[in-house]
């Protein structure tokens, strides 16, 4: 067999490994694609995630990865209840897309994760789901002092949405706070579906935190 071949039907493997794995831990909401009211784009904060996970990923978490925000996903949202996911079969994301996302999802299961949970709700092919992701993720700002921190920062929840709000000329609540043990772990931003960020409904949940500790990046 050739190298190529061989790498295609690892990559293959991998991946409906990878599909197979993640659709279990999909949410149980199922959805017709298409068919939601706008979308939250959830951005982690890779010092916190890789600070707390038992099963951190060297892609994001390696000591040569410095690394801040990351997108965890894309998802379309209700404006009340229990959103649409895993709203049809998954089929692998190619491999050229799971290699132009990777700047942006530093790990290629949650690349595939995303599609079978959230991408598969959007009514988009994987192609277009996967670009609409990556122009929201370049759409909001990240205020200049929390690109990269160099010490840990202790902030009121409130606080840290105002500044990405004003950061971004939006309106006040367009962002939650995800927070684990009082330590800052993920923003989530709603956005239309034309990727205009408004507010977010009751749906998105928020830190129920007075106030967070968002850690350096290394």
Known sequence: MRAATRR??????????????????????????????????????????????????????????????????LWPQFEAGRSPEGCSPARPVPGDI?????????????????????????????????????????????????RAPHQSVRMRVGDLERRFADANHSPPDAFRVVCRSGEFMELRACVTKDLRLRACSASVRDCPANSVTILPVP
């Open 8 to 73: 295609t039907l690892s990559f293959t493997l991998l991946s409906l490994s990878a599909i197979c794995a993640n659709a279990q831990r999909c949410g149980s909401g199922g959805g017709t694609p298409g068919v939601y009211d706008y979308y939250v784009l959830a951005l982690s904060w890779a010092p916190g995630f890789c600070d707390t996970t038992t099963r951190p990923s060297e892609r994001e978490c390696g000591r040569d990865r410095h690394l801040g925000f990351v997108v965890h996903g």
């Open 98 to 146: 799971v290699d132009r996302m990777l700047n942006a999802m530093p790990d290629p299961g949650l690349i595939q994760h995303e599609w079978a949970c959230h991408g598969t709700c959007s009514g988009m092919t994987t192609r277009d789901y996967f670009a609409t992701v990556d122009r929201a993720f370049q759409a909001v700002r990240i205020p200049d002092e929390l």
